[in-house]
């Protein structure tokens, strides 16, 4: 529509004598996309999307909207030019119709945050099995993932299987996550030559993306693969895994070391230009044997599987035995020749939300697939944050042009203590922990509801809309009261403040009902709840450096997802009570502690991974 109707000038001209328009950037106003997009819902009945057009009163209630509007009418769509003037004589003259709608509409979106009235006083200890159950009946047991087409990954209900399987031996939960990440890494949401997914298949097969490529989606992949690759050993996990990092270094890393938010789906004006292929051009590029290998492993010899005259690539058939040195050099020929088309445009903002799932995802694989240099990278890009985006003890929520600006919201708090949690377990440092503590005491502060528990979309002391979401259910990043409910029952475990696990208990109490009622889409809540369930468990390391690094190194290889791993070298200062162990006799000694009760230390690296096996 930016296009279409907002550069025409006619249009444009009529937009501008009959409304104040203004044009909301959603990545950058998630609160806004929230409430309108909730809003477009209910008014509409129909599900909604971008582009998103609302027209509002005065007071930010909106009595009309829709999502694509074409310039002229056609197809039976109102168009845009036709629509503006008949939008504005109703405004004119039905204001008391409108008045009440709006009145109605007020109290249906406030009735969208979860009632405390229904909170649960305990959880029950089989709500995770009741979770996974209800995500069980979705599988596709055929193509993986969940549901029909169009098929998005999913990837905290995949980690979510994930963990059951490694701390409750669940053999159907690692089949569900197994599946669905072979087959989209065999698949065309996978980009078979650069590395990275894309935003969703059109298809249920996984063979035809959404070309768009986000941070959020390759960043919550990136450590669901590591811990697939970690549970099965299973070197397609590992390769999926290395490109995701790959492309997120190559093409999304900006110079102040953080990550840009998106590639388009287009080039050229044409969707998917970028990525899909003629065989001609291919044949140009390989020599005879390499062109069979190639075009036998990704369907160039079946007919065109994009708009009846390209192929985008997927694995159609496994490499044969001996030819896997033949089909990377025929890649690496592919790709260095992609590399010179036409980029598709690249949204270049830094989110600190989506940066967070970045850094948590790069240093879960650092630190499982053993590649320090990409927890370097995570680093980095978490020290732009705290020096350009933490200012007198606020998060600011985006980055672009030299210019921080906008409060954060829940999402950027959240996630960032999600991420120093995941750091700290590859590399433990103090002002990590500190850092946590500090953007904790802002979500409690600032975002908690002290009344009916659970977290707030916005702070208090953000501007006053016509609503104000506590939202529980995954979008497409997943849910900040979930995160803020997991980060914070583990930092309690870390730190023994009591307002943490108060929180975070409270919160999970409060989403229960929903989770139970309506389980679809409650992945990141799920891990939260079977964490909470048992008390959360701790693995303290004290010892020499060098040696701490081996015991890290052995202990990354074992599938221990319900267990903060810390290795603090000997003589650190400025730590709470829990962590502050004593020095011992012996390189490396290990406490394993649940809540505030621990086995005794062990000084034996075999010793413990047999006590972690049966204690864990």
Known sequence: MAHESFEDEGVAALMNDLFVNIKVDREERPDLDQIYQTAHAMLTQRSGGWPLTMFLTPDQAPFFGGTYFPKASRYGLAG???????????????GPAIAEQNARLKAALALTNPDAQDARAALPVDAPKLAFAALARSFDRVYGGFGGAPKFPHPFELEFCLRRSASRGDKSALEIATVTLARMAEGGIHDQLGGGFCRYSVDAEWTIPHFEKMLYDNAALLAVYADAWRATGEAAFARAARGIVAWTLRDMRAPEGAFYSSLDADSEHEEGKFYVWSREEVQQLLNDEEYRVFAAHYGLDQPPNFENRHWHLHVSRPVAPGQEALLSRARQKVFATREKRVRPGRDEKILVSWNALAIRGMARAARVLGRPEWSASARRALEFIRSTMWREGRLLATYKDGRAHLNAY????????????????????????????????????????????????????????????KPGHDNATPSGNAI????????AALTGDGRYARAAQRTLELF????????AGFGAMAI?????????KVLVLRGERAALGTWQAALAREPLPDITVLAIPDRTPGLPALLDKPQRPGPVNAWLCRGVNCLPPIGDLDHLQQTLKEKA
């Open 80 to 94: 845009f030019a036709d629509l503006l003037p008949r939008i504005a004589a109703a405004y004119r003259q039905q």
């Open 410 to 469: 829940l999402d950027d708090y959240a996630f960032l203590i999600a991420a120093l949690l995941e750091l700290m377990q590859e590399r433990f440092s103090p002002q990590d922990l500190d850092w946590a503590q500090a953007l904790a005491r802002v979500l409690l502060d600032k975002f908690e509801d002290p009344s009916g528990g659970g977290f707030f979309f916005t702070a208090h002391d953000h501007e006053e809309l016509i609503h104000r979401p």
């Open 484 to 491: 803020a409910a997991w980060a914070l029952a583990r930092l």
């Open 512 to 519: 229960y009902p929903l989770m139970r009622d309506y389980p």
């Open 528 to 536: 939260a709840l079977d964490e909470a369930i048992e008390p959360a």
